[in-house]
């Protein structure tokens, strides 16, 4: 990647997240509060009126599977208009328009950090040990941001031209998140459905980070290599789609 292409993406990126905050009172500290309250609400919902059993550390367990839904969440919708909010750049400036996706991804990179650092504030808090399995937590924090890199790309090369997107991304995304074992264990799956949730890679990713991170069982390499398949089957066919796309940008915005 040339220097100059690098510097124009952390400048984006750096720009968008102070912007998101501007004039805000409490400013950053929104990006922690925000999953903290939503964890709250479902934790209060689910370890004491709709208990479910079996879930050991449950507290970590739907922690972390809020940050990452919530990480997949905001950099797919954030990606999916950055072209939108960057209009007048697209129209005046001549460059890869690519580079406004990662920024755009960056972005909500930060405060994904920002709220593993919360979360690892809970984790020292609590009754869980550190695992030796924990490093490989990097791997499937890789999977995800590259899998929401895909899915923003696809979603950018079309919500210029159709608008009502968002609309559609929005249930897309209100549907998946009770589809995918954030609150509930697996363990309430039927068997036979199972391979069925886990076709979609983020379920994969958010269940094999708990496990690696929480519960020091290394997820068998068969689902990995399946997860992996997955992505680059997302990824190649995003990138040439946005590619294809990325020449109307200009006449679209």
Known sequence: MKK??????RELAWTDFK???NNSILGYIWSLLV???????LYLVFSVFMRFEGIEH????????????????EATNNGMQSMHYKASLISKMNFPKWVIIVASNMTSLFTLCLNLFVFAVFFMLSSATAKVTGW??????LQLIILSFAVSLFLASFYLRFRDLSHIWSIVLQ????LIPIVYPVSIIPDHLRPVFFLNPLARIIQDTRSVLIYGSSPPLRHTIISFVMIVFILIPGIVIFFIR?????EEV
């Open 35 to 41: 999953p903290l309250m939503i964890f709250g609400v």
């Open 175 to 178: 549907v998946g998140f009770w």
């Open 246 to 250: 990325s020449g109307k940008f200009a």
């Open 19 to 21: 912007l998101r905050y």
């Open 4 to 9: 100059n292409t690098w510097f124009l993406i």
């Open 136 to 141: 490989m937590v990097f791997f499937y924090l």
């Open 58 to 73: 449950y507290q970590l367990y739907l922690l972390l599977g809020l940050i990452l839904w919530s990480y997949f969440y």
